[in-house]
């Protein structure tokens, strides 16, 4: 008889529903256990979305709720010993996404309401904080108990506005007036726990809470949201040889695949390896290893935001920074890293312990293709599903060897492009190879340095090792000279691949590629 279909969490964020409906959980209780029982009793975690935060925030209510039976056969039912039941207050401000000042107040009027009724309190309008400070001392006087309150994706309601000065402003005002009682009801309060995906400045949303701990980069939180690769081969060992065997490839096979997909995360330095939660689930449930992450909607406000600091694509990969860059206030931010690192689109790959630097870059493939796709329209304008087409033929030409016939389908199709901006412009062209060339899933480089200069584009496949040199409105002639003058390939002699040189010139009328030529290095 064959086993029962493994149920898999998809989209489920209660830990009673996961429990009760017998889904899989991976055991997270032993790092709530240690957080409830550390020094502090305010608590801020920051995670990218679709990582676990909601999840880990249910489990806290059950947990304080006294719910003892959820808990059966998990880290937490030998740790805890007494199970006492805290009035809890949990506020999921994710349905707060997309919103003006009104649905705003509108909303937290509802959840308010919510909870009067539950402590026998009269729902009247008013100001969002005074009827949070009634409710957390009603709570208190009516249980005996200090409260728990929970905060679910705290700045849900200002992301989307982000690059919005004066909605920011607005918004993030309403948010601030809710959340201030937090310190005037310490005496009431047993333990504080807010989650979200953004760092944004203590003075404009906890102006009053000052002792908040943020546990984002602490070491010993590193792996309390995400999946573990030793929390995979422990307690998923069956799902990876179900897919190994849906798939007729071994199981290193599988691990390997879901390592290039969805691992390559760290949230500080050392750190276990973490593969994106949703994504894994999901190529466990569909037996494929599909785009799962970016498949659920890639923020707006990460492509506007990435116009606003006027940043190429070529420029979201490695880069060096102290941790005051990138674990920093959003709002505040004079670059984009923070975002980008906080949304989880880059993430902490290294440390220089002497230099006090970290290396971020990109955590996978399913992120780089991802973010390459977003970025596409940008120049290829409406014809992304037709571009999108092109580039599997491309993979299609390179892999074969035939460059020459990727550069004849490239020029064939960006001429069928009736406008594009910055066209008259090299740089358009160079990071439009980059991205494309990224969307292969090709090694590939721009602005590479050798001893006389710098090559325009490197890209590396199995086989062969292309270096090209772009021109506009000049000639290939003239760009083969460059490479052949600079003599760029001797810097890339001992890469052990064919090298080929790629001569292109771009007529900026026509918005295509003019002409090109080859050369080929089989031997130094």
Same mark, same amino acid.
């Given at each position: 008889?064959?086993?029962?279909?493994?149920?898999?969490? *998809?989209?489920?964020?209660?830990?009673?529903?996961?429990?009760?409906?017998?889904?899989?959980?991976? /055991?997270?209780?032993?790092?709530?256990?240690?957080?409830?029982?550390?020094?502090?009793?305010?608590?801020?975690?920051?995670?990218?979305?679709?990582?676990?935060?909601?999840?880990?925030?249910?489990?806290?209510?059950?947990?304080?709720?006294?719910?003892?039976?959820?808990?059966?056969?998990?880290?937490?039912?030998?740790?805890?010993?007494?199970?006492?039941?805290?009035?809890?207050?949990?506020? +999921?401000?994710?349905?707060?996404?997309?919103?003006?000042?009104?649905?705003?107040?509108?909303? =937290?009027?509802?959840?308010?309401? +919510?909870?009067?009724?539950?402590?026998?309190?009269?729902?009247?309008?008013?100001?969002?904080?005074?009827?949070?400070?009634?409710?957390?001392?009603?709570?208190?006087?009516?249980?005996?108990?200090?409260?728990? %309150?929970?905060?679910?994706? #705290?700045?849900?309601?200002?992301?989307?506005?982000?690059?919005?000065?004066?909605? !920011?402003?607005?918004?993030?005002?309403?948010?601030?007036?809710?959340?201030?009682?937090?310190?005037?009801?310490?005496?009431?309060?047993?333990? %504080?726990?807010?989650?979200?995906?953004?760092?944004?400045?203590?003075?404009?949303?906890?102006?009053?809470?000052?002792?908040?701990?943020?546990?984002?980069?602490?070491?010993?939180?590193?792996?309390?949201?995400?999946?573990?690769?030793?929390?995979?081969?422990?307690?998923?060992?069956?799902?990876?040889?179900?897919?190994?065997?849906?798939?007729? *490839?071994?199981?290193?096979?599988?691990?390997?695949?879901?390592?290039?997909?969805?691992?390559? #995360?760290?949230?500080? #330095?050392?750190?276990?390896?973490?593969?994106?939660?949703?994504? !894994?689930?999901?190529?466990?449930?569909?037996?494929?290893?599909?785009?799962?992450?970016?498949?659920?909607?890639?923020?707006?406000?990460?492509?506007?935001?990435?116009?606003?600091?006027?940043?190429?694509?070529?420029?979201?990969?490695?880069?060096?920074?102290?941790?005051?860059?990138?674990?920093?206030?959003?709002?505040?931010?004079?670059?984009?890293?923070? =975002?980008?690192?906080?949304?989880?689109?880059?993430?902490?790959?290294?440390?220089?312990?002497? !230099?006090?630097?970290?290396?971020?870059?990109?955590?996978?493939?399913?992120?780089?293709?991802?973010?390459?796709?977003?970025? !596409?329209?940008?120049?290829?304008?409406?014809?992304?599903?037709?571009?999108?087409?092109?580039?599997?033929?491309?993979?299609?030409?390179?892999?074969?060897?035939?460059? +020459?016939?990727?550069?004849?389908?490239?020029?064939?199709?960006?001429?069928?492009?009736?406008?594009?901006?910055?066209?008259?412009?090299?740089?358009?062209?160079?990071?439009?190879? #980059?991205? *494309?060339?990224?969307?292969?899933?090709?090694?590939? /480089?721009?602005?590479?340095?050798?001893?006389?200069?710098?090559? /325009?584009?490197?890209?590396?496949?199995?086989?062969?090792?292309?270096?090209?040199?772009?021109?506009? +409105?000049?000639?290939?002639?003239?760009?083969?000279?460059? *490479?052949?003058?600079?003599?760029?390939?001797?810097?890339?002699?001992?890469?052990?691949?064919?090298?080929?040189?790629?001569?292109?010139?771009?007529?900026?009328?026509?918005?295509?590629?003019?002409?090109?030529?080859?050369?080929?290095?089989?031997?130094?």
């Amino acid at each position: 008889m064959e086993a029962l279909q493994r149920l898999y969490p *998809i989209g489920i964020q209660t830990f009673s529903k996961i429990r009760e409906g017998n889904y899989l959980y991976i /055991d997270k209780t032993e790092y709530i256990y240690q957080m409830t029982h550390s020094a502090s009793s305010y608590v801020f975690l920051s995670r990218p979305r679709r990582f676990g935060k909601s999840l880990l925030t249910s489990t806290l209510h059950s947990y304080f709720s006294g719910c003892k039976d959820l808990f059966q056969g998990l880290a937490m039912e030998r740790l805890e010993k007494e199970w006492i039941e805290y009035p809890v207050l949990h506020f +999921d401000m994710s349905m707060a996404k997309h919103v003006d000042k009104e649905r705003l107040e509108r909303l =937290l009027d509802f959840m308010l309401s +919510d909870y009067e009724r539950t402590f026998g309190l009269d729902t009247t309008a008013g100001d969002a904080n005074l009827r949070l400070t009634r409710l957390i001392k009603r709570a208190y006087e009516k249980t005996g108990k200090k409260v728990v %309150v929970l905060i679910d994706e #705290y700045d849900a309601p200002l992301l989307d506005v982000v690059h919005e000065k004066e909605n !920011l402003g607005i918004l993030r005002n309403i948010m601030r007036n809710f959340y201030s009682p937090l310190k005037a009801c310490d005496p009431y309060l047993k333990y %504080v726990f807010l989650t979200g995906i953004t760092k944004f400045s203590q003075l404009s949303i906890f102006s009053e809470l000052n002792n908040i701990k943020n546990i984002s980069m602490d070491e010993p939180y590193a792996a309390i949201c995400g999946i573990t690769e030793d929390e995979m081969l422990t307690q998923m060992k069956e799902d990876m040889e179900r897919l190994a065997a849906k798939l007729n *490839i071994p199981s290193e096979g599988v691990l390997l695949k879901l390592k290039e997909n969805y691992d390559g #995360y760290h949230f500080t #330095y050392p750190s276990p390896d973490i593969y994106n939660p949703f994504s !894994l689930l999901n190529a466990f449930a569909d037996g494929k290893f599909g785009s799962y992450w970016f498949g659920c909607g890639t923020p707006t406000y990460l492509i506007k935001m990435l116009d606003k600091f006027g940043v190429n694509p070529s420029e979201i990969g490695p880069k060096q920074a102290k941790a005051s860059i990138f674990d920093a206030p959003t709002e505040t931010m004079t670059n984009i890293t923070p =975002l980008l690192y906080q949304s989880g689109y880059i993430t902490i790959k290294d440390y220089n312990k002497i !230099l006090d630097l970290y290396t971020l870059d990109i955590p996978n493939k399913e992120v780089r293709l991802g973010l390459m796709e977003s970025l !596409l329209p940008n120049y290829v304008g409406n014809e992304t599903p037709e571009a999108t087409t092109m580039v599997a033929y491309l993979f299609y030409d390179i892999q074969n060897g035939d460059m +020459d016939s990727a550069l004849r389908r490239l020029q064939t199709f960006l001429s069928t492009i009736p406008y594009c901006d910055n066209t008259k412009y090299e740089g358009h062209y160079q990071q439009l190879f #980059y991205v *494309i060339f990224s969307l292969l899933n090709y090694y590939v /480089d721009i602005e590479v340095r050798t001893p006389r200069g710098r090559v /325009d584009v490197v890209l590396r496949t199995k086989t062969t090792l292309y270096v090209m040199e772009l021109k506009l +409105d000049k000639t290939a002639d003239e760009a083969m000279e460059q *490479i052949n003058l600079k003599n760029y390939p001797e810097r890339f002699a001992l890469c052990g691949l064919p090298v080929v040189k790629v001569a292109i010139n771009f007529d900026s009328e026509r918005c295509t590629i003019g002409e090109w030529k080859l050369q080929t290095i089989d031997k130094w």
